[in-house]
């Protein structure tokens, strides 16, 4: 890449090296501009001779091209490329989804001195037509040579983010406690069905339930057999894990736990099960208030139908401090 001032006449087809405005403050062209005949005659009523501009070289694209080469092989999902000039590509999703994001990918081209891509964090929850990533290039020309082998790891990798679309679902929802289930539906239904809204659910599978093994294992059956996308479990008590009585009406019912205790405040005494593909959530004290909690990290992968394993669970320790 050559930078050089010339004459405006000389500069069709050539780079513009910085932003140029009039003697009154108004931005006649970009800074990465391509030059044009149109834009001589402007520069030309303006009194302007000379500009500074950049000429590719060989061996080197423009940050247009270069953005847009490596935005194509990114994502995959429901989600589409917008493209700004001065090297930037913008995703963003077509549809409600949760994004899932490979870190270490992200961070390997990151290292790179070409193209750097911004993303929303991993599991968070997007609404169709918001931004969730970006990616720009250094200005104006990087070498073709760079780009070729970052296209060629994310074909090889990649995608490095998805945009898994949350459609159609449902949620059954438990209310337990120690005396009267309807008690607990009194106290947790109001904030459940808001933070439900939040994602999109909007008429919960209810039920209540005395806080005793066979009831609990009994209305677990009765959500199970409707196959909603998730199941949260609402208690008024604080389960000391798979061997309370929650814990052990999963096991009744088939649900294989995969992970007690999560790395998260609010929403430590987390227990995720899964009866076959279907999650079920206890999660004692994060329904008593719509301030962000564990669920809120947990539910949108769950929603779009992802299956989070107990590894990914221990990874939310880093930003697990939510409040």
Not at 36 to 44: F, G, K, T, W
Not at 176 to 203: C, K, M, N, W
Not at 204 to 210: A, G, R, W
Not at 221 to 242: D, E, N
Request: aromatic share 4%; glycine share 8%.
């Amino acid at each position: 890449m050559r930078a050089q001032t010339v004459g405006i006449q000389e500069s069709v087809g050539r780079i513009l090296s910085n932003t140029i405005f009039n003697p009154g403050g108004r931005k006649l062209l970009a800074k990465g501009h391509i030059m044009c005949e149109q834009d001589i005659e402007l520069l030309a009523t303006e009194g302007m001779n000379q500009i500074w501009v950049t000429q590719l070289e060989e061996g080197e694209i423009g940050e247009d091209d270069a953005v847009a080469a490596v935005a194509r092989e990114i994502g995959c999902g429901c989600m589409e490329i917008r493209l700004v000039s001065g090297g930037r590509a913008n995703l963003y999703a077509t549809e409600d989804c949760c994004l899932l994001v490979d870190e270490e990918l992200l961070k390997q081209i990151n290292c790179t001195s070409s193209v750097v891509i911004a993303t929303a964090m991993n599991f968070s929850y997007a609404r169709a037509g918001q931004r969730i990533a970006t990616t720009k290039s250094a200005p104006f020309a990087v070498a073709s040579s760079q780009i070729d082998a970052l296209v060629s790891m994310l074909k090889e990798r990649g995608p490095m983010i998805q945009a898994r679309p949350i459609r159609q679902p449902s949620v059954g929802v438990l209310y337990t406690d120690p005396v009267a289930g309807e008690r607990a539906e009194q106290i947790f239904d109001g904030v459940v069905r808001q933070r439900l809204e939040r994602y999109g659910v909007s008429h919960p599978m209810v039920l209540n339930s005395v806080e005793e093994e066979g009831n609990v294992s009994r209305s677990l059956r009765a959500l199970l057999r409707a196959r909603p996308t998730a199941v949260l479990i609402a208690s008024t008590t604080s389960p000391a894990g798979p061997d309370d009585v929650v814990g052990r009406a999963m096991a009744r019912v088939e649900c294989h736990i995969e992970k007690y205790l999560a790395p998260v405040e609010p929403g430590n005494l987390l227990m995720l099960g899964y009866r076959d593909e279907t999650p079920i959530i206890s999660a004692p004290g994060c329904f008593r208030s719509l301030k962000h909690n564990v669920v809120d990290l947990v539910l949108p992968p769950m929603l779009a139908r992802y299956r989070l394993s107990g590894w990914e669970l221990a990874a939310l320790g880093h930003g697990g401090l939510l409040s």
